[in-house]
């Protein structure tokens, strides 16, 4: 039997990794959720989530961890074949309205009893794309093909951006029911007084961080550069800092602190279907320098500085620039905050519900 949703009050199923962005996404729209009177029960795929993450979830959610990994951490496509299985059991145990699946692979051989919707945060073949100006490689093209069945599968599909948007159907070719809902975040303080230092965050073993180019800038800035994120990826990738400061992995309200206090934010990403670090630091009224890339055009033009993606002394003359200019980085610091007030957890959550209830009906329709 088919359960129908109420317009006010859901049961989500969301899964997640406590490894990358998806984690503080689905965390932070979780919280609006629950604040609207829905519950959720968190799914989690690959390595389980630290002490921190873990009891920040369980404040907000049923928190299930599965066996399966995320699609990105395998490279045989039937390791993700168990997960329709493993979710049968808490959709049926906790009466379930509507499936939140956070990579379109997942959706592929599920058959739920309710709306299935899937979010693009990011796949191989348009990172390939962006990073490598190239299709997919024949070791990753299974992805592409159980993408475009997760597309099919799903009652409605998100990207974060309409750059994202794009780039998928550049890709995979037409997406029935595809939306554009933007990410959110929480808003923090503004810091008391700025420090004379350029702050970067990111997962940086991941070759489309770009942490080669930043580090080369900063062999040539007035400023110091600071780089906050993990350069060891699950799969031994690493990156390397010279000249900029590798701060590691930090807990995120520490990260948040540094860049609040920060004189200026980068971001160098030649890949970013969204950017929640440049959100948040935006949300603190920090300058934004970014890389020139669709997405951050589409979400930041007037708002920041940009820079040639692949080019340090670009980086840097923008960065030494504004580091000269105090006026100049107020300016711009504010209209990044103002900016930044389109992207609020309200407005995503909102958003959000209008697709969950076009999913119901598309699943009615089937």
Same mark, same amino acid.
């Given at each position: 039997?088919?359960?129908?949703?109420?317009?006010?009050?859901?049961?989500?199923?969301?899964?997640?990794?406590?490894?990358?962005?998806?984690?503080?996404?689905?965390?932070?729209?979780?919280?609006? @959720?629950?604040?609207?009177?829905?519950?959720?029960?968190?799914?989690?795929?690959?390595?389980?989530?630290?002490?921190?993450?873990?009891?920040?979830?369980?404040?907000?959610?049923?928190?299930? /961890?599965?066996?399966?990994?995320?699609?990105?951490?395998?490279?045989?496509?039937?390791?993700?074949?168990? *997960?329709?299985?493993?979710?049968?059991?808490? &959709?049926?145990?906790?009466? &379930?309205?509507?499936?939140?699946?956070?990579?379109?692979?997942?959706?592929?051989?599920?058959? +739920?009893?309710?709306?299935?919707?899937?979010?693009?945060?990011?796949?191989?073949?348009? /990172? %390939?794309?962006?990073?490598?100006?190239? =299709?997919?490689?024949?070791?990753?093209?299974?992805?592409?093909?159980?993408?475009?069945?997760? @597309?099919?599968?799903?009652?409605?599909?998100? +990207?974060?951006?309409?750059?994202?948007?794009?780039?998928?159907?550049?890709?995979?070719?037409?997406?029935?029911? *595809?939306?554009?809902?933007?990410?959110?975040?929480?808003?923090?303080?503004?810091?008391?007084?700025?420090?004379?230092?350029? %702050?970067?965050? #990111?997962?940086? $073993?991941?070759?489309?961080?770009? #942490? =080669?180019?930043?580090?080369?800038?900063?062999? &040539?800035?007035? /400023?110091?550069?600071?780089? =906050?994120?993990?350069?060891?990826?699950?799969?031994?990738?690493?990156?390397?800092?010279?000249?900029?400061?590798?701060?590691?992995?930090?807990?995120?309200?520490?990260?948040?602190?540094?860049?609040?206090?920060?004189?200026?934010?980068?971001?160098?990403?030649?890949?970013?279907?969204?950017?929640?670090?440049?959100?948040?630091?935006?949300?603190?009224?920090?300058? *934004?320098?970014?890389?020139? &890339?669709?997405?951050?055009?589409?979400? $930041?033009?007037?708002?920041?500085? %940009?820079?040639?993606?692949?080019?340090?002394?670009? *980086?840097?003359?923008?960065?030494?620039?504004?580091?000269?200019?105090?006026?100049?980085?107020?300016?711009?610091?504010?209209?990044?905050?103002?900016?930044?007030?389109? %992207?609020?957890?309200?407005?995503?959550?909102?958003?959000?519900?209008?697709?969950?209830?076009? =999913?119901?009906?598309?699943?009615?329709?089937?």
């Amino acid at each position: 039997m088919l359960r129908t949703l109420t317009p006010r009050s859901r049961r989500i199923l969301m899964t997640v990794d406590a490894m990358g962005g998806v984690w503080r996404y689905a965390l932070d729209l979780t919280r609006e @959720f629950v604040d609207g009177g829905d519950s959720v029960l968190l799914a989690g795929l690959g390595p389980e989530p630290s002490t921190q993450q873990a009891e920040e979830a369980q404040s907000l959610a049923t928190l299930t /961890w599965l066996n399966t990994p995320p699609d990105w951490m395998t490279r045989n496509a039937c390791d993700l074949d168990a *997960l329709p299985g493993e979710l049968h059991a808490p &959709i049926r145990d906790h009466a &379930i309205d509507l499936v939140h699946l956070n990579a379109p692979t997942q959706a592929v051989g599920l058959d +739920a009893p309710c709306p299935i919707v899937v979010v693009s945060h990011s796949c191989v073949v348009t /990172w %390939f794309h962006a990073v490598k100006g190239q =299709a997919v490689d024949s070791a990753w093209d299974w992805q592409k093909q159980r993408n475009r069945r997760g @597309f099919d599968t799903a009652d409605a599909v998100i +990207a974060p951006s309409h750059s994202h948007a794009g780039m998928l159907e550049t890709c995979y070719g037409q997406i029935a029911r *595809l939306n554009v809902v933007a990410n959110g975040a929480r808003p923090v303080a503004k810091a008391e007084k700025r420090q004379p230092l350029v %702050f970067a965050a #990111a997962r940086w $073993w991941d070759e489309a961080k770009n #942490a =080669a180019v930043i580090d080369q800038a900063a062999s &040539i800035t007035q /400023w110091p550069v600071f780089a =906050a994120g993990s350069t060891q990826g699950p799969d031994g990738q690493r990156a390397g800092f010279s000249h900029a400061v590798a701060l590691g992995a930090l807990p995120h309200d520490e990260m948040r602190s540094l860049m609040a206090r920060a004189g200026i934010f980068v971001s160098p990403s030649l890949y970013e279907p969204f950017g929640l670090a440049t959100l948040e630091a935006a949300m603190s009224a920090t300058p *934004l320098v970014l890389s020139d &890339i669709a997405t951050y055009r589409e979400l $930041w033009d007037g708002a920041a500085l %940009f820079y040639d993606a692949r080019d340090p002394h670009d *980086l840097a003359a923008c960065i030494n620039r504004l580091s000269a200019d105090a006026q100049h980085r107020r300016e711009l610091g504010w209209a990044a905050l103002r900016r930044s007030r389109r %992207f609020s957890l309200a407005r995503q959550a909102a958003a959000m519900r209008d697709v969950y209830d076009k =999913a119901a009906l598309a699943m009615a329709e089937r």
